[in-house]
């Protein structure tokens, strides 16, 4: 039998004597299956590390291990070898956890033993230790700065990580060689074949296989302006250049989408038939009809709000692929006259859409998208568009039936103009709990609906941080922002979060995530009862009802659904509370 051998080395942020730390380890097999395993890897922490890397080595060949948690950056033949390095900053009490995949091969042959170093100090010897595999300790990188109305409570490097990785399980089409959601394979290859075009790619819209573009264009410029805000969040958690390539992927099939000047593709696949059928999508067989907007069947809220992600990731791209950027813009200013000279509601010209995404108003799609093309043109023309539009009203929500408080901050932002910031603090007021616009349950929840609750307190959230970047109280914006999101991750005694904190989620409403084979499922695996077989790191489940009662049950929808729009404003957010903790 093989012993796998670990050797953990950390980047020290502050010199700690090796002989005399207190750090411990334990590890544990998850799953066996022949010629591979699923393990689980967790060292307590007795300092603070700016970054770490972790060296796994095997006395018997290994051919490939994966992980969620840090890049793997090499690979040692004579000890079977993989060493893995992360920038996620760790402290005092923290636990790193890591979920481990490895390939022995078709002869089958499994890990037994385990042994585990940490700055070359055995804390768990399970197994013989070979030489040190040599990896250079620094001692002079700056020490971790942690907020201290955090006060290391919750690790937000770690669930910003694991959000990433949640749209990438979500992800459609040919995935790329570095795909890091092993149980996820290529899928609707074929979409866009019914009108001969080539509309694979996108993302799948929450646990079903449905590519609904409305909620995944607002979803992508959400996630996008939180790249912009909180760049350098992104850049020091050391997740800058994953965050870049999860919003290249449906930019680039939104591309596909618009054919012509007043051609846009809005939707593939249809609901109804998707949601008769438990089914992962790398197995489904069902048409995947393609739906569209044009002159003669308009949607100016479809087409505004995809021409606000292309605008906006060109702000992104464009010193960092400028061609593409290019594209996008041009893209970008097309839709918009479209919208523009076009008016309709999208969801009347894709009848189909309406019992998932309806849509009932489009000048908000009209504001948000002008500003955002202000932004990348500096136009005045646009700036005008998007005054022309705006709406001075207490708003619902920001969601992606709703993008007003949004479109709030961001004309606060490009014009400083007073109005705007006491608009926005007028929509924060009614989230707080004197304000009288939400229900606050009574463990502290910001509850507005019961669909998705936690996803409008995670965008309540984001926008918060952001105001307060514009000095709209900012202590009072921030506190709310911790609080919700807090609450999120496990101020409750649970966690909200998918393989994230104490009492995660374990039966998500997510077709892929709860069948064990592409091709072998069905309406018993959703009807078991049992955990689901894989874990979709990082996704924001529903949540709550207005009492704080929750339900892990993936037939409880309501409470266990994922979706793309769910991550958005809270994945914001939590770049937000980490540019915070940097000082920022």
């Not at 796994?56 to 993989?82: C, H, K, M, R």
């Not at 048409?287 to 907007?293: C, F, L, V």
């Not at 009574?442 to 019961?450: C, I, N, T, V, Y």
Request: proline residues 4%.
């Amino acid at each position: 039998m093989a012993n796998i051998i670990v050797y953990l080395v950390f980047a020290a942020a502050i010199a700690i004597p090796s002989c005399k730390a207190n750090n411990s380890a334990t590890f544990a097999f998850l799953e066996r299956w022949h010629g591979g395993f699923k393990a689980q890897v967790k060292v307590t922490v007795s300092g603070n590390y700016n970054g770490w890397t972790l060296s796994l080595s095997f006395d018997e060949p290994v051919y490939s291990v994966q992980n969620w948690v840090a890049d793997l950056t090499s690979v040692w033949s004579n000890f079977y070898g993989f060493e893995f390095r992360s920038n996620t900053p760790v402290w005092p009490g923290y636990v790193i956890d890591m979920i481990i995949i490895g390939d022995a091969g078709q002869s089958g042959v499994q890990p037994k033993e385990i042994g585990v170093k940490f700055n070359e100090v055995v804390i768990l010897n399970g197994g013989q230790f070979g030489g040190s595999i040599g990896i250079p300790v620094a001692t002079t990188t700056p020490t971790v700065t942690i907020d201290n109305n955090n006060n290391g409570k919750y690790n937000y490097v770690e669930a910003l990580e694991k959000s990433i990785l949640f749209y990438e399980a979500q992800r459609s089409g040919k995935l790329p060689p570095d795909n890091r959601v092993p149980w996820r394979g290529d899928s609707a290859l074929g979409d866009g074949s019914d009108v001969g075009k080539d509309l694979t790619g996108g993302w799948y819209d929450a646990g079903d296989t449905v590519k609904f573009n409305f909620p995944m264009a607002w979803s992508t410029t959400t996630l996008i302006w939180g790249l912009l805000q909180y760049r350098d969040a992104y850049k020091s958690s050391g997740q800058y250049n994953w965050m870049l390539k999860s919003v290249r992927w449906p930019l680039e099939y939104f591309v596909k989408c618009h054919v012509s000047d007043n051609e846009l593709y809005g939707q593939v696949g249809n609901g109804h038939t998707d949601h008769a059928s438990w089914i992962p999508a790398e197995g489904m067989t069902m048409n995947r009809p393609s739906y569209k907007i044009h002159a003669g069947a308009p949607g100016s809220d479809l087409a505004g709000e995809t021409a606000a992600a292309m605008a906006a990731g060109y702000l992104v791209f464009r010193d960092e692929d400028p061609a593409f950027a290019a594209t996008l813009l041009d893209h970008a200013k097309r839709l918009y006259a479209f919208a523009d000279g076009y008016r309709g509601y999208y969801s009347q010209s894709i009848p189909d859409a309406q019992s998932f995404y309806g849509s009932t108003d489009y000048t908000d799609e009209l504001c948000w998208a002008a500003a955002w093309l202000y932004l990348a043109t500096n136009d005045a023309g646009y700036l005008a568009k998007a005054q022309s539009f705006y709406d001075s009203a207490v708003p619902w929500a920001f969601s992606w039936a709703d993008k007003q408080p949004g479109y709030m901050v961001l004309l606060a932002q490009i014009t400083g103009d007073d109005k705007y910031k006491q608009d926005v603090a007028g929509f924060l007021n009614s989230w707080s709990r004197t304000g009288g616009g939400v229900t606050y349950t009574p463990k502290g929840l910001a509850w507005r609906d019961a669909w998705g609750s936690l996803r409008y307190s995670g965008n309540a959230a984001f926008i918060a941080l952001m105001a307060a970047d514009l000095g709209v109280d900012p202590s009072k914006s921030r506190d709310f922002a911790r609080s919700q999101i807090h609450y999120a991750l496990g101020d409750t005694g649970r966690s909200y979060v998918v393989g994230y904190g104490y009492n995660p989620p374990q039966r998500c409403h997510h077709k892929g995530a709860s069948c064990p084979q592409w091709h072998s499922c069905g309406w018993n695996y959703y009807n078991s009862g049992s955990a689901n077989v894989h874990t979709i790191y990082g996704a924001l489940v529903g949540g709550p009802d207005k009492y704080d009662g929750y339900s892990d049950d993936r037939t409880k929808y309501e409470h266990t659904e994922v979706a793309c729009d769910y991550n958005a404003g809270y994945q914001g957010a939590l770049a937000g509370l980490i540019a915070l903790a940097n000082g920022k």
